[in-house]
């Protein structure tokens, strides 16, 4: 599992929220996702991954360099 800092901003933590999700619900499901593939329409990492209280997610970023983590947005994927 890799370590990583979060650089959370008021805006990010914000649409989060808007869409239902933590902090700690985006920092568990990017600290250890089921699988990372990059966006299609921004080319950004998302992680996949499911949080201890069950909601699944899916969370956009960007990686500002090795360890640091820009969160840009999380959402509960339709399952399509």
Same mark, same amino acid.
């Given at each position: 599992?890799p370590?990583?800092?979060y650089q959370w901003t008021?805006? !990010?933590e914000?649409?989060?929220?808007?869409n239902?999700?933590?902090?700690e619900?985006?920092?568990? /499901?990017v600290?250890?996702?089921?699988w990372?593939? !990059?966006?299609?329409?921004?080319g950004r990492?998302?992680?996949?991954?499911?949080?201890?209280t069950g909601?699944?997610?899916?969370? /956009?970023y960007?990686l500002?360099?090795?360890?640091t /983590?820009?969160?840009i947005t999380?959402?509960e994927p339709d399952e399509?």
């Amino acid at each position: 599992m890799p370590f990583y800092r979060y650089q959370w901003t008021r805006e !990010s933590e914000v649409h989060l929220a808007e869409n239902g999700v933590t902090p700690e619900d985006f920092e568990e /499901v990017v600290g250890d996702p089921d699988w990372v593939q !990059s966006s299609r329409t921004t080319g950004r990492p998302i992680a996949f991954g499911a949080t201890t209280t069950g909601k699944y997610l899916a969370c /956009v970023y960007e990686l500002l360099d090795e360890v640091t /983590v820009l969160p840009i947005t999380a959402y509960e994927p339709d399952e399509g």
